[in-house]
């Protein structure tokens, strides 16, 4: 069991090449001893928090309602005063920079979506580059490039209004507004909370694509785990005060939950969901020369091998690998990973 | 006319003033309001005698008693709306660094406009038909022909002069409107449109 540390040293990090204020991948924030006492409470929303999110990653804070995690992150753009503790961002403490020219750097995503009713899309989109006073050329062409990149025709959706779209449309135009002025750092407040979960877990997939080429530092915060799962580098699971309870790998997590406080979040399958964070050429590969009815790629997780196995009433099913087979798994191998992971030299 | 017009202009620049400086707070906002109707409640007619008492039977008598009947419809409308901004846009805009000022001016505004123009409009009719009120005051515009009506009651003119009156101002007041419907569809966004 890993012990369950307030701060975590960033194991890998994200490549940082410069300053928060130039620079358009990841820069590492760092809360220390954040706390905030809304006025007229007893008890602080945010106790004494302490961090360190390493530039490029994803950090997802999940918890359950009301234990603080909006506020945390509210904080770090500084539309919430922290009562005490500090932020830095690359290195700058939040507090000594000017706030609005500070948020002009962080892009910021909300469940709500807030686009600005008499603003067309692409207008919407503008704002940050507009506030940052870009010329008219660069912004057109960045709104139909960021437009593109989410998704949408920039033909089509720029000069429509933001309640001639659907929500996941909407939601689209979010990501897309808060990524216009490239900032190195996102925070996103449940942003696919309001969607459907077939359009939710397109919009995860395409979130994940676009951070593997933009490489931002991001906040996401969640109360969905299995959200969290997907989507994290790194989960900080958060009980009430955004006390830390654990924070790691989404792997680690499931493997080892700190407490039973983690256990209880992680809810029930943990066995089986660790299966979506390993792939099938992760495993000693069998002889190929048993001929089995079902095929799965090398690139698959285990969770999708087991599945088919299971739906199929399988014991065994051969591994291809640009459609050729290369091998063949059985469920035995899938249950010994599950008990003897990886990285356990005794595997 | 022509006073209405410069009523309605002068009520416009105080009325978005006071709303400007008191939406925000809750409480100055329903102060605001709360005072602005029961000014309204006041008899015009012994407004207008308190002033004439004060200032002579003059348009500086009239005047300050116009504006302040049509500041109610524009400092009410005025805060309504610009409380009627969607929480999460402002918090967005907010978060992106849209400063105080341009959150007053390019969302805040734009999004209270079509209600603001509304109050605006109340507000122009009523000055209208208050306007030949104030002639009792002073001999202006149109009401002067239902001053002398009522002053020669009986007389054979009484009922020309009278309807001379409520047809003007009624149709001074249909113009008024029209104007409104032309000025509401080129100043309102087409993504603020209903
Ligand atoms: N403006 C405020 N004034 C007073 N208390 C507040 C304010 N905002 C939040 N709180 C309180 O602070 C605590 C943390 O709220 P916060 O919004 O950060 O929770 P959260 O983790 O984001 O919850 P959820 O998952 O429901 O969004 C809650 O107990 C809430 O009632
Ligand atoms: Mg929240």
Known sequence: MPENPTTVEPTETGKQTGPAAHDARGVPIVLSELTKTYPGQAKPAVDAVSMEIPA????????????????TMRMVNRLIEPTSGTITIGGDDVTHLDDVQLRRRIGYVI??????????IAQNVALVPKLLKWDKARIRSRVDEMLTTVGLDPDDYRDRYPRQL???????????????????????????????PITRSRLQDEFLSLQQQLGKTIVFVTHDFDE?????????????????????????????????????????????????????????????????RETVDVSSTLHAALDLMVGKGLRQVTVARDGRPVGMVRVDDILDRVNRPAEDPTA | MLLSLYTVLAAVAIGLLIAILTYRSRVRA????????????????????????????????????LVLYALLPIVRNGIVGLQSADPNVIDAARGMGVGGFRMLWQIRLPIAW???????????????????????????????????????????????KAIVCILFVTLIALVFDAVFVVIRRFTTPRGARA
């Open chain 1, 166 to 196: 659907s929500g996941g449309q909407q939601q689209r135009v979010g990501v897309a507004r808060a990524l216009a002025a490239d900032p190195p750092i996102m925070l996103m407040d449940e942003p696919f909370g309001a969607v459907d």
């Open chain 1, 56 to 71: 490029g990653e994803i950090v997802v804070l999940v918890g359950p309602s009301g234990c603080g995690k909006t506020t």
């Open chain 1, 228 to 292: 969290a799962l997907k989507l994290g580098d790194r989960i900080a699971v958060l009980r009430e005060g955004s006390k830390i309870a654990q924070y790691d790998t989404p792997e680690q997590i499931l493997a080892h939950p700190a407490d039973e406080f983690v256990e209880s979040f992680i809810g029930e399958g943990a066995a089986l969901k660790r299966l979506n964070f390993e792939r099938v050429d992760s495993l000693p590969l069998q002889d190929d020369s048993v001929q089995t």
């Open chain 2, 30 to 65: 329903d102060f605001t309001i709360a005072t602005a109707a029961v000014a309204f409640t006041l008899p015009s007619v012994a407004l207008f005698g308190f002033l004439v008492s004060i200032v002579g039977s003059n348009l500086l008598a009239v005047f300050p008693v």
């Open chain 1, 111 to 120: 469940q709500q979506i807030g686009l600005i009713p008499h603003l067309s």
């Open chain 2, 114 to 160: 079509p209600v603001i123009l509304a109050g605006i409009r109340v507000s122009t009719q009523l000055t209208v038909g208050i306007v030949a009120i104030g002639a009792f005051v002073q001999k202006v515009g149109l009401g002067t022909y239902g001053y002398d009506a009522l002053d020669n009651l009986g007389s054979v003119n009484t009922q020309n």
